[in-house]
């Protein structure tokens, strides 16, 4: 017990507090760049594609914006996030009260994604995606 106490009291110790909210470019491109190959997934259900943006959604705090195009198209969406939740214990959250972390197209019809994020510093992160790397079966 004595043991277990000051274990978590020395972590306390050493752990800034800047470091849980996750809400900065600084803080969120490390992990996103290291996650870059899940920013997305697609899943055929119900009759539709569902494009998820799950992973980069759940580190949105520092991201002005997320767009992307399907298919090599030279259209460009843009993806619109759930706020982030300043000055609360998890900033990134979901509350999913109004907003999805996916958008809805024919089935069959996504071979390829690219996505492009924007961060609050105003740098930019690309990466495209084929079907078969991100599909969820």
Known sequence: MIRTSLAVLLLAIATPTWAANFTTAAEVKPILDATKSSWVAIRKLNGQDLLYFTQIESWRCGLTQITFRVNGAPE???????????????????????????????????????????????TTDTATFQRSEIELQ
């Open 76 to 122: 460009t969406y843009n993806k619109f996030m759930e706020p982030c939740y300043e000055g609360t214990p998890a900033p990134n959250a979901f509350r999913l009260d109004s907003h999805l972390p996916y958008v809805t197209f024919q089935p069959d019809s996504l071979t390829s994604v690219e996505v492009t994020l924007t961060y609050e510093d105003g």
